[in-house]
C-alpha cells in the first residue's frame, strides 16, 4: 500500500542553525501538507502546496520557513534559522484531491539545543 | 474560524466496553476526519465523512451537519485500541485540517 514517508525521523540541531525536513508523498498525489505537534499540544496546520506553489500558509509559516517540491518527489520543510520554540514533531501528509483523506507521514521529530 | 472541542480529554475503560468520543465544531465544514495517533507519534487517518454514518470493523463514526456534532463510537475495546482519537475539520475556508485536542483512550485488560 502507498505511504507518505519522512526522513530523518529524529533531528537535533543547535539553536541558529538551518534544518530540511524532507518528504516523500504518495505518487499520484497533488496536495501537500506540513504539520507541526509541539510536545502536548495539538496538531497545528503550517502549509499547503499545490501545482508547485504555496497554496495556503498559517501563520506560524512566517520568513524562517520555506517549503520546495524540487524534484517532483520530494517534498522539502527548510527552516532557516531554528529557535528553541521549533521544537516538535513535523508531519507531512499528501491528499489525492482536494477534500479528500489526507494520508500522513510518520513524523520528523525536531529538537533544537 | 472553526473551533473544534472534543470530549472526553481522557479516557480509561475496561476492555470489552463501548466507547464513544464526542466532537462538535462551530463553522461548516466539508468534511470531518476521525484520526489516531499511537504513542510513537504516527497518524493514522480513520475515516472521513460528510453526513451520516460509516463503519470500519469495530469502529463506527457518525456526523450531524445541523447540530455541528460527530461521534466516534468502539464496540467490544481492546487494549490495541489505546491511543489518542484526534477530530480534525477540513474546509470552512481553510486548506489545511483544524485539529482538536484529541481524546487520549487507554483500554486495561
Known amino acids: 500500500e502507498p505511504e507518505v514517508t519522512q526522513t530523518p525521523s529524529h533531528q537535533v540541531t543547535q539553536m541558529g542553525q538551518e534544518v530540511i525536513l524532507r518528504c516523500v508523498p504518495i505518487?499520484?498525489?497533488?496536495?501537500f501538507y506540513w504539520y507541526r505537534q509541539i510536545l502536548g499540544q495539538k496538531v497545528e496546520f503550517l502549509v499547503s502546496f499545490y501545482n508547485n506553489e504555496i497554496s495556503e500558509k498559517s501563520e506560524i509559516f512566517d520568513d524562517q520557513f520555506s517549503v520546495e517540491r524540487p524534484d517532483g518527489s520530494n517534498f522539502t520543510l527548510k527552516i532557516r534559522s531554528t529557535k528553541l520554540e521549533d521544537s516538535a514533531m513535523y508531519f507531512c501528509?499528501?491528499?489525492?484531491?482536494?477534500?479528500?483523506?489526507?494520508?500522513f507521514g510518520p513524523g520528523t521529530r525536531l529538537t533544537v539545543l | 474560524k472553526n473551533e473544534v472541542e472534543q470530549s472526553p480529554q481522557n479516557l480509561t475503560a475496561q476492555e470489552g466496553e463501548f466507547i464513544t468520543i464526542n466532537c462538535s465544531y462551530s463553522v461548516g465544514i466539508s468534511a470531518l476526519h476521525w484520526l489516531q495517533q499511537h504513542p510513537g507519534g504516527g497518524i493514522v487517518s480513520l475515516f472521513m465523512l460528510s453526513s451520516g454514518k460509516k463503519k470500519h470493523g469495530r469502529l463506527i463514526a457518525t456526523i450531524n451537519i445541523q447540530e455541528k456534532h460527530s461521534s466516534l463510537h468502539i464496540t467490544a475495546s481492546h487494549p490495541r485500541d489505546s491511543a489518542v482519537y484526534i477530530c480534525a475539520l477540513s474546509g470552512g475556508g481553510a486548506d489545511g485540517l483544524t485539529f482538536g485536542k484529541g481524546t487520549h483512550l487507554i483500554i486495561q485488560p
Open positions: 501528509a499528501s491528499e489525492l484531491g482536494r477534500n479528500n483523506e489526507q494520508f
Open positions: 505518487s499520484n498525489h497533488l496536495y
